[in-house]
């Protein structure tokens, strides 16, 4: 127990020590873990929106003629309905496709009032079960004589997940060369203070101390760095998310039809993620500059 208080209070007496290159290197810290943030966001964000995409995928809509009655849609209903891969089939009017329409731009939908007459059509809903079955089920949809058009988006679906792909990559590779620069910053500041003390360290391997005992101040001191950036970093992100999701949230999601993830669980994840990123920055800058004075 008396070693864990040393430990503690000699990292503390560190911090104030170096309290300039202490700052700089929350500094630095904190700017690398906020643009880490961004792609972090950028990575949910686009995440959520491949899940929309897939959604839209799942399902093939067979807009009906004008004037198409629901009895003249029900033979192509139970005759699609025993298709190979189809998980469902449902008859959709017009009024309940202007109220999902309603429903998607949300605070908007005052704008549609200004239409006279609905113009979206009645329709055919299928749900696909085995999207490899997907292209003969749109297919066939297409040959009815009640079919005016055939809602599937296959390719555009395609190239949308490709480049979510590319972009989930490229913000993953990214995020690792920000995070392998924040240990090289807390390395080189730890590794300051180590030079400070040289002649003390060199007396405490004399007289038998650990490596671990000697390293443990430094160790903490890393560690409270890493904390108090991912502390900064974690309350900036939170506010600029959550006046970013206030500001254009209902924009986007009546736009694209797509929502963005809510800043409450974006807050939760990123207290343990930021705190993780912290801790093991802090501690992994510490243990490389202390590696090479202790000979370990």
Do not use: H
């Not at 007459?117 to 749900?127: A, T």
């Not at 590319?166 to 993953?172: D, E, H, P, S």
């Not at 038998?208 to 760095?225: D, H, K, Q, S, Y």
């Amino acid at each position: 127990m008396k070693s864990f208080f040393y430990t503690v209070k000699q990292s503390f007496i560190q911090f104030g020590r170096n309290l300039n290159m202490a700052v700089a290197s929350i500094f630095a810290i904190t700017c690398m873990l906020l643009i880490l943030s961004l792609f972090f966001i950028i990575v949910i964000n686009v995440n959520m929106a491949a899940e929309t995409i897939k959604g839209e995928y799942d399902s093939i809509e067979i807009f009906l003629k004008e004037g198409t009655t629901k009895e003249e849609a029900d033979p192509v209903i139970a005759e699609m309905s025993l298709e190979d891969g189809v998980d469902k089939v449902y008859f959709k009017t017009k009024e309940e496709a202007m109220e999902e329409f309603r429903e998607r731009w949300g605070d908007n939908a005052y704008l549609l009032d200004s239409l006279e007459d609905n113009p979206l059509p009645d329709s055919i809903v299928i749900m696909i079960g085995n999207l490899e079955k997907a292209d003969a089920i749109a297919e066939k949809a297409g040959t009815y004589e009640i079919a005016e058009d055939v809602k599937y988006y296959k390719s555009t679906v395609d190239k949308l997940l490709k480049a979510t792909d590319f972009i989930q990559v490229g913000a993953i590779a990214l995020m690792i060369v920000l995070i392998i620069i924040s240990i090289v910053v807390v390395s080189n500041t730890i590794k300051l203070t180590v030079f400070n003390r040289a002649d003390e360290i060199s007396i405490m391997k004399y007289i038998g101390a650990t490596n671990w005992f000697i390293r443990g101040p430094f160790l903490v001191e890393g560690i409270i760095i890493g904390l108090i950036s991912g502390g900064i970093a974690l309350g900036v992100t939170g506010l600029v998310y959550t006046k970013l999701v206030e500001a254009i949230g209902d924009q986007v999601y009546s736009i694209l039809s797509m929502p963005m993830v809510p800043a409450s669980f974006l807050i939760y994840n990123f207290l343990w993620i930021f705190m993780a990123l912290g801790i093991s920055i802090g501690s992994c800058g510490s243990i490389i500059s202390m590696k090479r004075f202790l000979k370990v």
